[in-house]
């Protein structure tokens, strides 16, 4: 009962004049939504049920697989409304610390919207896979360029208007007009702009050249402690800021400092003019990275090496912090630490601000 | 006409008129209808044919996955703050109560602990992002691989690494808006590659982050181009990409009944439509059980920025790996002229991605200017059938893998306990070694399909048969696909469609029947049965009539 029409092969000869209304309404549904298609330059090669027999055990078997995934959406959907409006608490406690069903608020939902969705989409495909015709059709791509005479009708139209529009005659409009709509182009451009650019290094605290370490500023922890010579064994590290306002939160302001291990002290070979930088076994580095400003944190206090967890560049605190592999080009600027003696107790301060920029390498970066 | 209707109804049709609908429908179309007349139009689109090919089911995942984008990033405004104003944090997490954070932070902890359900649509806008571009992507080989960017339809393959681009910075922007740790030490990369622009560097950092980083602007400006600026752009974008795509039709695989003119398939409705539509849910299913059952991006575990702080094995999303992998391969070369820098970061991460975009965009012409074609093409090439495109793009992907590999080569190394300097070195020397490799391999594997496909056609299908012939010589024998010559050379030309490669796809030229992914999807027996049975008394009542007649 399939229909093979030979439309398919050969759609040109066999176009219908067209009918009228009257011969299509007296046809039937099939034949009028052919009729359609054809109009519309598809061909339907090959159209069967997928069930010829109607009512057979396999189709009700096929229509009730889909009709209980339905229902199984249908299920979840509202399993999902109960959980969510308040079957599990979804309220976040501490381990020991008040009910842990919220642990299952997510997930449950997770699971009945997924589920939900999952059989509304697989049964509606089915739906189209089992029962609905089974059908191959063709269609006209019509994607040749406009025939010739419309095309030179339309260039004749465009040339007319161009013509009207004297452009060409009048090339002072032609001009005047670019020059207006090029400059008023440029305006949001420039408003955009202008309203966000800043002026590079102008301003408090804007110089990329220059941190808020100075000379004799405290040393301090994230919490504002000042820093003393006693707090770190050999070998260890710690994150320290410049104790000024503003000084824990800025984004040039974290500084390493390292208490080296003794028989390290020795080897240490400064880079030139930063001979005074250490004290006593203390040296202090820019934490910024110099390649792509991440946090210079993981320290390797055996060989002495910093590592920067983001490009894996990695520097020799021996060497002065000067890279040794990965993209890094430039050592950690080094900080010239001295102490301070307050209430009888040593506590650290910066000698001045790190000899170089931090940070990132720039274009005005020597 | 003379073909049977499918459904005969005893009842003579009644006539349709227009003018007197009966049914509500009827009445709603008629309405809509006198005052848009859309009936030739609207017929049109319904009749539009489809092809049925699983690999043009990604581009649909990418569009569908732009949809539940919009559905739940619309939730997750009603709740986010994009401001970087410090606050204390006072919700229910109480591992961080009364720790500062900004309040986009805390708004984000606040989505996550605080509004219900909105853990899970956070983690499905997240998961749907990956999923968008990696659909894109996809699609992407899937579009270069058959060749389907060729004439006419290079403007939508421009289109789509338009989308792709936009995807990926509409992705970053995304995940840097939590303001969390790991997402504020991607925004301070940016920042420093933004500097290592010359000349102009300093000043865009400055322009873009309102002042030396972090400021407290970012956060705001990332907002309002994450949700409305290149949302915007990217579905302007996608309307423009469907309607080349409604105007240009598919394109289809060749085989039997398949030409230039035409595309053969399914209607849009109500096959199509109903398929298409059913994929959506599927599709929003993954979406949705991923995010309730995977946990994506814990920002309550990062903790909120400090410049001060990172984690080890910080890792972008994965459409951002590949330039982490460029940034960590790539050597340390700063160029230093006249008391001015070029930072190393430039190279990996401007210059790269520059190059790597135009050349995708420009290949399409690329290809027409060297192959000298210059013709429309609306079937589809099987990528062995054009090994040099096939190569080039294994090149590409390779090269792609090895830096999205060196992305995560800091895991690698502490998964498999391997050096990570020699991480670092396999991938600077897998970078420029692996691809020319790749090429070779995919070149040749192209050239052995294709023979093998000749081979067929000439000399038959393997059927596992040993025959011993009376010489005591061992043949197999082979099952000709068509007539042959007296050499027993079969006469069949390669047709670039798949050739039957076993037995049991004998008959199924092209392909075309049999339908399926990973193994052929069968007609249910008893519905074979019914059939033949059908068939059978068809033809006897055919026998029957033309006995009659004769």
């Not at chain 1, 159209?47 to 697989?65: D, H, L, N, V």
């Not at chain 1, 406009?146 to 001009?175: C, F, H, W």
């Not at chain 1, 002065?320 to 003696?341: C, M, Q, W």
């Not at chain 2, 030229?509 to 059908?534: D, H, Q, S």
Request: hydrophobic share 45%; charged share 20%.
């Amino acid at each position: 009962m399939s229909i093979d029409t030979s439309k398919g092969s050969t759609p040109e000869t066999t176009e219908d004049p067209a009918l009228t209304a009257d011969e299509l309404a007296e046809m039937s549904v099939e034949e009028a939504m052919l009729a359609g298609a054809e109009a519309d330059g598809v061909y339907i090669v090959h159209r069967r049920e997928r069930f010829p027999i109607a009512g057979t055990k396999a189709e009700r078997r096929a229509e009730r697989t889909i009709a209980a995934l339905f229902v199984l959406a249908f299920l979840s959907a509202v399993a999902f409304i109960v959980v969510f409006c308040g079957a599990v608490p979804f309220e976040w406690h501490l381990p020991g610390q008040g009910s842990q069903e919220f642990r299952y608020f997510t997930p449950l939902l997770g699971f009945t919207l997924g589920l939900s969705l999952a059989c509304i989409g697989i049964g509606v495909v089915l739906w189209a896979k089992w029962l609905m015709p089974e059908e191959e059709a063709v269609q006209d791509r019509h994607d040749d360029p406009s025939p010739e005479t419309e095309q030179i009708m339309t260039t004749a139209t465009l040339i007319s208007g161009y013509n009207d529009l004297g452009v060409a005659r009048r090339s002072i409009l032609k001009s005047t007009i670019g020059l207006a709509s090029g400059a008023l182009a440029a305006v949001p451009l420039v408003a955009l702009v202008g309203a966000m650019i800043k002026k590079p290094n102008k301003g408090p605290g804007q110089s990329l050249f220059h941190t808020l370490w100075t000379s004799g500023v405290a040393v301090v922890y994230s919490d504002g402690r000042r820093v003393s010579p006693d707090d770190l064994l050999p070998g260890g590290i710690e994150t320290v800021f410049p104790g000024v306002p503003g000084g824990v939160k800025a984004g040039d302001s974290p500084t390493l400092l390292i208490r080296l291990r003794p028989e390290q002290a020795s080897k240490v070979q400064t880079r030139p003019g930063q001979a005074g930088f250490a004290w006593g076994d203390y040296v202090a580095f820019s934490k910024i990275c110099t390649h792509a400003g991440c946090p210079a944190s993981l320290y390797e206090q055996q060989t002495g090496r910093l590592l920067c967890p983001c490009h894996q560049s990695q520097f020799d605190v021996l060497r002065d912090a000067k890279p040794i592999f990965g993209p890094a080009t430039r050592s950690l600027p080094k900080l010239p630490l001295g102490v301070e003696i307050v209430d009888g107790k040593q506590y650290f301060v910066a000698k001045g601000d790190f000899p170089e920029a931090i940070g990132p390498a720039f274009w005005e970066r020597p | 006409m003379t073909s049977t209707s499918i459904n005969e109804s005893p009842t003579v049709p009644s006539p349709r008129r227009f003018e007197k609908p009966r049914t509500p429908q009827g009445k709603a179309a008629k309405a809509l209808e006198e005052r848009l007349g859309l009936a030739a139009g609207a017929r049109k689109q319904l009749n539009k044919v489809f092809p049925d090919h699983w690999s043009f089911m990604m581009g649909e995942i990418a569009l569908y996955s732009f949809i539940i984008l919009i559905l739940t990033g619309t939730f997750l405004t009603f709740f986010f703050d994009a401001s970087m104003t410090e606050v204390r944090y006072d919700g229910s997490y109480i591992p961080l109560q009364g720790v500062e954070m900004s309040r986009a932070y805390a708004s984000t902890l606040h989505i996550s602990f605080d509004v219900r359900g909105g853990l899970i649509l956070r983690q499905i806008h997240h998961w749907a992002a990956l999923l968008f571009v990696a659909a894109m992507t996809i699609h992407m080989f899937r579009i270069f691989f058959t060749g389907a960017f060729r004439k006419p339809r290079e403007l939508n393959w421009l289109i789509g690494i338009g989308l792709i681009t936009l995807g990926i910075l509409e992705g970053f922007a995304g995940y840097s808006l939590p303001d969390d740790l790991l997402s504020g030490t991607g925004l301070r990369i940016a920042e420093a590659i933004m500097q290592s622009i010359p000349v102009i560097g300093t000043w865009v950092a400055f322009l873009a982050f309102g002042g030396k980083f972090p400021g407290n602007e970012i956060i705001g400006r990332l907002y309002i181009v994450h949700v409305l600026l290149v949302p915007g752009i990217l579905a302007g974008l996608i309307g423009a990409h469907m309607a080349l795509l409604i105007k240009q039709k598919h394109t289809e695989f060749p085989g039997p009944g398949k030409t230039e003119h035409t595309v053969s398939g399914e209607r849009m409705y109500p096959t199509y439509g109903a398929k298409a539509g059913g994929f959506f849910f599927i599709v929003f299913a993954v979406c949705a059980a991923l995010g309730g059952l995977a946990q994506i991006n814990p920002v309550w575990l990062y903790g909120p920025y400090n410049p001060a702080q990172v984690s080890a094995g910080s890792q972008p999303d994965f459409y951002i790996g590949f330039l982490d992998g460029s940034t960590r391969l790539f050597p340390s070369w700063e160029i230093r002229l006249w008391d001015h820098t070029v930072p190393a970061v430039f190279w990996p991460t401007v210059v790269l991605p520059g190059i790597l975009f135009t050349l995708a965009g420009a290949y399409p012409f690329l290809e027409a200017k060297l192959t000298k074609d210059r013709a429309k093409h609306n079937l589809l090439q099987r990528p062995r059938d054009v090994p040099v495109r096939t190569g080039l793009g294994a090149m590409a992907i390779s090269f792609y893998t090895v830096l999205l590999l060196s992305g995560g080569n800091d895991l690698i190394a502490k998964s498999f306990d391997i050096s990570l300097n020699a991480m670092t070195w396999a991938g600077r020397i897998g970078v420029l070694v692996v691809p020319p490799l790749a090429y070779l391999m995919a070149y040749m594997v192209c050239l052995g399909l294709q023979r093998h496909d000749r081979e067929v056609l000439e000399h038959g299908i393997e059927t596992g048969i040993i025959k011993r012939l009376p010489n005591g010589e061992f043949i197999e024998i082979h099952q000709p696909l068509g007539p042959v010559d007296d050499h027993g050379h079969g006469q069949l030309q390669y047709a670039a469609t798949p050739v039957p490669k076993k037995m049991n796809k004998l008959g199924n030229p092209g392909g075309a029947r049999v339908r399926g992914f990973l193994w052929p999807v069968r007609e249910r027996a008893e519905i074979e049965a019914e059939l033949a049975a059908l068939e059978q008394a068809e033809a006897e009542q055919h026998a029957k009539h033309s006995e009659l007649t004769d």
